[in-house]
């Protein structure tokens, strides 16, 4: 046994969620602040299943430093690797915008943030080979020295028979182009033994404007990859597994407020699922019904639901005779 189910490795920021809902953010004058950033909501979700979870990271040393680290902790994440920066960088924050259900934006300020300066001496061996699995935000690659520390955190997974997933996360203000993007997503899909993404997502690794999920996952299976989740948003997800076999997964009904953290309760009831030995079918009914839930609640870190939420919908709603839009 092994002490964490998941380390989780890249950004945990402020998100800035508009309270004033159904009008344009340049009209929205009160926000609500939680922690947001991929890996800490997926961190974070896990640890509200029930799972252990850590988390390795650089936040600012300033207050929403302290507020990033209190709050995960009180969530149940163990933060001893969640370093606060020493030159003066700051925790990424992220405005967000909530027009309508389905006008959604998100304004980020990412400048010199605190978390891609994260360097590979900060990086615990030690703490990565307690974990059954990695858990890498595509984010976190976008510059040195996190791309190092991202890169050789993988390597010490690979030492230790640790599982590396790696979530995609592609948030295209980050890099300097799609061309370099692609350079290191596929550097790090081919280490990783599961790759998560929306459709969109893997275009940008494949470098193509519209990619074909048989190619996608004929080209990643000839490395490393043993399971490869695409998403298609409501018209449901595919689960890819290495010896040919694709389940299919649908949406369920959600009466939305949002459409962002949806991604992030995905991965985390996807793999709490997988750890809890559940067939593939019902990991991604798990992971669905999580979407259903986050995007109907206003933040996405506190918004990650409970285990009885999550089989509360599966137990409501039918599964695989539709798909629920």
């Not at 960088?89 to 304004?107: M, N, Q, V």
Request: with cysteine; glycine share 6%.
């Amino acid at each position: 046994m092994k002490k964490f189910s998941v380390v989780a490795l890249g950004r945990a920021c402020i998100d800035l969620n508009a309270v004033e809902i159904n009008q344009p953010m340049e009209e929205t004058a009160t926000f609500k602040k939680y922690v947001g950033g991929s890996p800490a909501n997926i961190a974070i979700g896990l640890a509200k299943l029930g799972q252990p979870v850590g988390f390795i990271g650089k936040i600012s040393d300033d207050q929403h430093g302290y507020f990033i680290k209190n709050f995960m902790s009180k969530a149940g994440v163990d933060s001893s690797q969640l370093i606060f920066d020493q030159d003066g960088h700051k925790t990424g924050l992220a405005f967000t915008e909530i027009k309508s259900p389905s006008e959604c934006s998100i304004l980020m300020y990412r400048q010199e943030v605190a978390d891609l300066f994260l360097t590979p001496d900060e990086v615990s061996e030690e703490y990565i080979m307690t974990s059954e699995m990695l858990l890498i935000s595509g984010t976190a690659l976008a510059r040195t020295p996190s791309r190092e520390a991202t890169l050789l955190a993988v390597e010490y997974a690979h030492k230790h028979d640790v599982k590396v997933i790696f979530e995609l996360d592609y948030r295209p203000y980050t890099w300097t182009s799609t061309v370099e993007t692609a350079v290191y997503y596929n550097l790090l899909a081919q280490k990783s033994h599961i790759v998560i993404g929306t459709r969109e997502e893997f275009d940008i690794l494949e470098n193509v404007s519209e990619g074909n999920n048989q190619e996608t996952v004929k080209k990643l299976f000839q490395h490393t990859p043993e399971l490869i989740l695409i998403k298609h948003g409501v018209d449901g997800s595919f689960a890819y597994e290495k010896n040919g076999v694709c389940t299919r997964g649908y949406a369920y009904k959600a009466d939305v407020l949002k459409t962002f953290g949806a991604g992030d309760s995905y991965a985390a009831a996807f793999l709490f699922a997988l750890l809890q030995g559940k067939t593939l079918e019902n990991a991604l009914q798990y992971a669905s019904a999580a979407s259903a839930l986050v995007v109907s609640r206003h933040s996405s870190s506190e918004a990650m639901p409970s285990v009885a939420e999550i089989e509360t919908v599966i137990a409501k709603q039918t599964w695989g005779d539709k798909i629920h839009v």
